[in-house]
């Protein structure tokens, strides 16, 4: 049975509603992904069905897919909408809400061309990111974010309580925990980076892929717990599989695409792995598109210290030994900020980095 669609109050009407484009006609070297029906959930076994099925996918690759959870397409394309205005606004506009990404701040607006990704050639990334909706992140935004206000805080709000909840319920069943194990670290109410994302690819020219060698953005795994993207048509995403290989991620109809992250595999000492991922030049048929993007990124509660947790799973599989990876002392707060710095540091171009010492000792790498 398919979830029933959290009803949402629409924010201004005069917004045009998000056409999503054609998917590419090329059949690429799709990856094979597990798809999750969160209308499963609280069916009687629901959730140990799930589980089963996780525990399955994170095995071959920490991506997967989720569908039926409690949004309609049309609400999708409304923040797909908003998103795409925000990015129109006049570039003076938008850099007064410019995110202190050099002291580790990532919420607000990310100019295009930030980071140097070759010698001679930047980015080609805009983002702007929504915090959660408490008092201690209220701040300014463009008057289209704040004209629509009440139907993004919804939607985020959903995604928090409905879709991000329920997976963090079943990873604690995964690993035998407290069904709110983790519910408890990710606590709406409480400091974290959670974040809604508007993020745009501008196009390249052929000259500048052939430069970069197609990848635009070097393999790297995420910061926190989860990220979600919402269905994506311009195919460009791709993820590595544990043999090293990179293959592309389809965009699944009415679905989003979920990643694990840093702190699930601090947290459980590599056991649950943070995924490797990077964006390259989409095929041919898409190539003169901006790719356009609308996710949602889950984060640990800032005091959280990202000690590995006591789990009998754990200990019967033989990830009960603090090793070299661990990241005991650091909280996800301090994770967090940290790599948003390093981030965008001018030291080198991405191109010449494949370890990145974030803090504590403890380094990102990244991946051609």
């Known amino acids: 049975m398919a979830a029933v669609a959290t009803s949402i109050p629409q924010g201004k009407t ?25 209308s499963q959930f609280d069916e009687p076994g629901g959730k140990q069905r799930l589980a089963a099925q996780l525990f399955e996918a994170i095995q071959k690759i920490g991506f997967f897919y989720i569908i039926n959870f409690g949004l309609t397409q049309e609400q999708v394309d409304r923040q797909f909408a908003i998103g795409k205005e925000v990015f129109q606004l006049p570039t003076e506009e938008k850099l007064k809400y410019r995110a202190d990404l050099e002291n580790g701040g990532y919420n607000g607006y990310k100019p295009l061309g930030l980071r140097q990704v070759k010698p001679g050639v930047y ?98 795994t995420d910061f926190g717990s ?58 041919p048929d898409q190539a003169d598109i901006d790719r356009l993007g609308v996710l949602y990124f889950v984060r640990p509660e800032d005091s959280l210290e990202l000690r590995p947790v006591v789990s009998d799973v754990l200990e019967r599989l033989g990830y009960n030994k603090t090793t070299d990876g661990s990241a005991v002392g650091i909280t996800a707060g301090e994770w967090v900020k940290a790599r948003v710095a390093r981030g965008v540091a001018k030291d080198k171009p991405r191109s010449d980095v494949s370890e990145q010492e974030i803090i504590g000792g403890k380094a990102a790498k990244y991946y051609d």
């Open 14 to 38: 005069d917004i045009l509603t998000y056409h999503q484009v054609p998917e590419t006609k090329y059949e690429l070297d799709w990856a094979d992904l597990v798809t999750l029906d969160l």
């Open 123 to 220: 980015d080609n990334t805009e983002i702007y990111n929504i915090p959660k909706f408490i008092p201690a992140f209220e701040r300014p935004h463009p008057e289209v974010i704040n004209e629509n206000r009440s139907e993004i805080e919804a939607f985020a709000r959903h995604i928090n309580d409905n879709i991000v909840g329920k997976l963090l319920v079943l990873f604690a069943i995964i690993l035998e925990l407290p069904e709110d194990y983790f519910l408890r670290r990710h606590r709406y109410e409480e400091k974290s980076d959670c974040h809604l994302r508007y993020m745009k690819y501008h196009r390249r020219t052929e000259e500048q892929n052939r430069v970069l060698d197609n990848v635009w953005v070097k393999g790297h």
């Open 226 to 283: 989860l990220t979600l993207l919402f269905r994506q048509p311009v195919s460009a995403l791709q993820v590595r599989t544990p043999e090293g290989q990179w293959k592309w991620v389809k965009p699944y109809p009415q679905s989003i695409t979920v990643n694990l992250a840093d702190s699930l595999e601090f947290l459980t000492n590599g056991f649950l792995k943070s995924s490797i991922h990077r964006v390259v030049a989409p095929p």
